[in-house]
């Protein structure tokens, strides 16, 4: 019997080998973030892994040094398509340097989906999915604004944004926050060139707290009235909270907006450093991405996105214990249940 068991797996194995699989073979899967060590990174490798195992896949995980660094995940990329990976997720660190890459993977038959950061252009990827992250910033806007009230006219607005190549997550942020406020965006796929008076200036901070000190620093020379900060994400605006406190500008006559929705983030909310924020949910992105990813080794289809938006939207909410009429939120308590990192 023993004699019989051995040939028959033998037999299992040589039929694999022939049909370009085997009894123990699983579609190779990738996930590429920007950095290893942000927690909104960690939540999404923990989403990819757990749905991973889930389904039988063999998850590949690569991150770059640094916000930016986007020949770490040129490299990446191309490991993946040596490996003969099914498809990959990943949030882009350049939304443009890395297409061309992006299009070796596609026409080598690897299913791209984009998570976060969209692609320019967006459709470079086989799938956009992401916050709405125009969307998020409209809603620290309008909370804002409605906070300030008749004052919002009269705003000194300071802005903590990310890289100087300005990636789509970084325009999208910063110009959803301008309309929610009122200002008039100029060009749609780039902040700068505004020419409202409460505007007192951008200042790139690598989305860290540490680079956020300094810029805030920068800012308050320019402008030592601001009353409003916006921070691309929540280690932003802690680092920025750091240079006002300093400045002895701690005692609430500045609102710090910010996205994100880390558990940080909304801890820094109740304690009313960060008057609002706008939580998404990189579980989901990650998650949700995997799955389409299986299907795609399955049978080939490709996921569907919302044709209005031009990419899946997984949602966002505004977060704060000090709701303003006409904007929809969450407070820190729902928001504690619901938040990662």
């Known amino acids: 019997?023993?004699?019989?068991?051995?040939?028959?797996?033998?037999?299992?194995?040589?039929?694999?080998?022939?049909?370009?699989?085997?009894?123990?073979?699983?579609?190779?899967?990738?996930?590429?973030?920007?950095?290893?060590?942000?927690?909104?990174?960690?939540?999404?490798?923990?989403?990819?892994?757990?749905?991973?195992?889930?389904?039988?896949?063999?998850?590949?995980?690569?991150?770059?040094?640094?916000?930016?660094?986007?020949?770490?995940?040129?490299?990446?990329?191309?490991?993946?398509?040596?490996?003969?990976?099914?498809?990959?997720?990943?949030?882009?660190?350049?939304?443009?340097?890395?297409?061309?890459?992006?299009?070796?993977?596609?026409?080598?038959?690897?299913?791209?989906?984009?998570?976060?950061?969209?692609?320019?252009?967006?459709?470079?990827?086989?799938?956009?999915?992401?916050?709405?992250?125009?969307?998020?910033?409209?809603?620290?806007?309008?909370?804002?604004?409605?906070?300030?009230?008749?004052?919002?006219?009269?705003?000194?607005?300071?802005?903590?944004?990310?890289?100087?190549?300005?990636?789509?997550?970084?325009?999208?942020r910063d110009q959803g926050f301008m309309e929610g406020f009122g200002i008039d965006v100029k060009d749609p796929n780039r902040y700068g060139d505004e020419d409202d008076a409460r505007i007192c200036g951008h200042e790139v901070t690598g989305g860290a707290e540490e680079g956020c000190v300094t810029a805030m620093e920068t800012l308050l020379q320019r402008c030592p009235d601001v009353n409003v900060v916006y921070a691309i994400n929540e280690p932003a605006a802690a680092g920025g909270y750091q240079a006002l406190q300093s400045a002895g500008k701690d005692d609430g006559s500045v609102l710090i907006v910010a996205i994100d929705g880390g558990c940080p983030g909304v801890e820094n909310v109740k304690a009313g450093i960060i008057g609002a924020t706008s939580q998404q949910y990189p579980l989901d992105m990650a998650s949700l991405a995997m799955e389409a990813i299986a299907k795609f080794a399955e049978d080939g289809t490709k996921p569907e996105v919302d044709p209005a938006l031009g990419f899946f939207d997984t949602g966002a909410r505004l977060v704060t214990d000090k709701p303003v009429d006409g904007v929809e939120s969450i407070d820190t308590t729902q928001a504690t249940e619901l938040c990662w990192g």
């Not at 596609?106 to 086989?126: E, H, K, N, S, Y």
């Not at 806007?141 to 300030?148: D, E, V």
């Open 1 to 172: 019997m023993n004699k019989l068991w051995k040939a028959a797996s033998a037999a299992t194995l040589l039929l694999g080998l022939f049909s370009g699989t085997s009894a123990y073979a699983q579609n190779v899967v990738g996930l590429i973030t920007k950095t290893e060590g942000n927690p909104f990174f960690v939540k999404m490798r923990e989403g990819a892994q757990a749905k991973a195992e889930e389904l039988g896949l063999e998850l590949r995980t690569f991150a770059g040094e640094f916000d930016g660094d986007n020949e770490s995940q040129i490299a990446a990329i191309e490991s993946l398509i040596a490996a003969g990976a099914k498809g990959f997720a990943i949030v882009p660190s350049d939304s443009s340097a890395i297409v061309p890459t992006i299009q070796q993977a596609r026409d080598a038959g690897l299913l791209v989906i984009v998570l976060d950061t969209p692609l320019d252009p967006m459709d470079a990827a086989d799938a956009t999915f992401a916050t709405d992250n125009r969307q998020a910033g409209r809603l620290i806007g309008q909370w804002a604004a409605g906070t300030l009230g008749d004052e919002a006219a009269n705003a000194k607005i300071a802005f903590l944004d990310l890289a100087t190549n300005q990636p789509t997550v970084d325009y999208l």
